[in-house]
C-alpha cells in the first residue's frame, strides 16, 4: 500500500537497511506520490513498468516541440526526437525494472522546452518535478540554474548586449532552489532513517554528502586517480558517439550539464554510475540522458556555419542511434550479452508459473526478487536480502511469514539451508514444488498439490532417517547437488520413463564423486567414482523405468548422466529433458 503503518510511500523490499519501512527514507522521491491514485486502482508491477514507459516515451515531445520551433522542420523533429527514443542510456533505463530515474528526462528535457520559449512559470515547475525525483536532482537542477544564469551573463561579459534579467533571476532561483530541496531531502532522509549514508556510493571520500565534497576539493591529487581508470574514460565515449559525438560540439552545455552528473559518476565507486560499453549501466542513464541530447541539439546549432545543414547532422546521427540501439541496445542484438540475455529455461519458467498461481491471495509471504513483482500487491510481500550483502537467514522482520516462496534454483547455499532446516523440523509444510520452485506454509495440511511437468525426472529427497523431505519434477540435476551436497546419510532419488524409439542394446554410464546405483528396468548396477564400464542393456521401443539413487556427502554437487544408443559410437549426455517424471 501506498500509505501503511502511518507510512506515505511504504515499501517491505528493503526493511534490512531502511527500518521505516518509508521509500523517503531510502530516497527522496515525493514524485511517486503521483502515481499513487493509478496505483491504487491497479496495484500490480505491471502498472509501474507502463507508467515507466510512457514517461521515457514523453520524454521526446518537448525536444521535437523545441527543433521543429527552431528549424521550421517537422522531419528535423522527428528525427531529433528518434536520436532520445534510440539513446542507448533510455534503453538501459527502461529495461531494468521500475526505478523513479525513469522521470528524470521527462521533467528535465520539459524545463529546458519552456525555459528555451521564456516561458518562466511552467519551466520553474518542470524543475521543481525534477527535483522531486531524488535527493541527487539538486545537483543535477544547480546546474541548470547555472547554465541560465552564465547565458544571461553572456552578452554584458561579451559587451555585446544587456542584461537578461528574467533568465538571469530564473538561473539564479534555481540555484537557490537547489540548495534549499538538498537540505529538506537530507532532512527528510536522515529523519527517517537516521542509519543511512547517503552518500554510500562515495564512502571513498565519505558517507556524508558536505564532507565528500570537502574532501574531493582538497584532495585533487585522489581525485585524479580514481577518474584516470579505462571505465571511467570510456564514459563520455558511451555518451557521446550514439549521437555522432555532436555533444561535444556544445562544449558548454556538454560539460556543464552533462558534467553535473559524469564528475560526480567519476569520482564514486560505483561502476553502475560510469558503465555503458563494457557494462549495464541500468536505471543510472536516467540521470544524464536529457542533457545528452540537450548538448547534442545544441551541437548541431553550433555546427550549422561550418558543418553539413542540421537535417543532414540529424539525419546521420538518428542511423548511427539507430545501430547503435540494434547492435547494443537490451532490446536489440545488445541482449546477446550475459548480463542482458534472459535465461532460456522454458520448463523452468513454466514451473514457476504453476506454482505461483497456486498462492494463496491473502497472507503475509516471502520471497525472492525476482519473484517478488507477482506478489508485490499485497503489503505483507517480504524479499530475501541480497544487497548489500548476502545472509544467511531472512531479517527477523521476514521470519514466520504465512507463506515462503523461493526458487531453488536461483539460490545459494544458505538460502537452500534454511528451507531444509524449516521443512526438517516442520516448522512448515510443502503446499506445491516444481522444478526447484517451492512453496510452502505454516498451516499447509502437508498435502502437496500436483504441478506436472511433460518433461524431466522426478526427485525425492530423503533425509538421514529415511524420511522423504521433498519431492517433485525437476528440469536440471544442478541444484539437486546443492540440496545433497555435504549431507551424510541423505539420499536423492531420481525416476523417470525413458522413451525408447529404436530397439537394441544400449550402454548407460554415470560420472559423479559419489557411489551412484543406476537402475533401468530392474537391472542395476552400482557405479563408484571414476568407474568406467557402462550398463548394457537390450531395449525393446516403448517407455522403459529409469532410477538413480544418489547419496548426499561432501562431494554431491555434481552428477551426469550418459548414454550411447544402438550403431552410435559416442555417449551422449542423458538429461532429465529426455525422460517423463514417474513418481515411485
Known sequence: GDVYKRQFLYYTVELHFNPSGCFLGQHFSPILLLLAPLY????RAETLLILQSLAIASAALPIYL???????????????????LLYLPIHELNWFDFHFEAFIPLTLLSGWYFAERKRWIPALASFLLALSCCEFMPVLVGAFGLYYTFKALRLRLLKRGGLDDRRLLFGLTLILLGFAWFTLALNVI???????????????WSGNPEEAVVKVLTNPGKALNMVLTRDKLLYPLYLSAPLLFIPLAAPFEFLLLAGAWILPAWLSSFK???AGLLHPSFQYGGFVAAQGLIASLRGVSNLRAHRPAPLRLLALASLLSLLAAAFFSPFGLGMLKPYFRAAENPEHEEALRQVLSLVPEEGSILTQNHVFPHVCHRVDAYVWPIFPKIVRE???????????????????????????????RGEYRV?????????????????QAKVNMARGLHLTIYDGEGEILLQMPVASLETAGKLLSWREGWCGRLSGS???????????????????????????????PGREEP????LAEGLHEVEVYWPGGPNSARLDLYWKKPHSSLYEPLTPLSFTPLEG
Open 66 to 84: 523545441t527543433v521543429k520551433s527552431k528549424l521550421g522542420s517537422e522531419v528535423a523533429g522527428l528525427m531529433a526526437a528518434s536520436c532520445y
Open 431 to 447: 503446499i506445491a514444488a516444481c522444478d526447484y520452485v517451492i512453496l510452502m506454509g505454516r498451516e499447509a495440511d502437508g498435502k
Open 535 to 538: 550398463l548394457e542393456v537390450w
Open 40 to 43: 491504487w486502482l491497479f496495484p
Open 190 to 204: 536522515y529523519s527517517l532513517n537516521p542509519g543511512i549514508e547517503v552518500a554510500g556510493n562515495w564512502r571513498n
Open 498 to 528: 525413458l522413451p525408447i524409439e529404436e530397439e537394441g542394446f544400449y550402454k548407460f554410464k554415470v560420472d559423479s564423486l559419489q557411489p551412484v546405483k543406476f537402475r533401468v528396468d530392474g537391472v542395476e548396477r552400482l557405479f563408484p
Open 272 to 274: 553502475g554510475y560510469y
Open 394 to 424: 531472512p531479517p527477523s522482520y521476514a521470519q514466520g511469514t504465512d507463506y515462503i516462496l523461493l526458487d531453488l534454483d536461483k539460490a545459494g547455499y544458505s538460502m537452500v539451508e534454511y528451507v531444509l532446516g524449516l521443512l526438517r
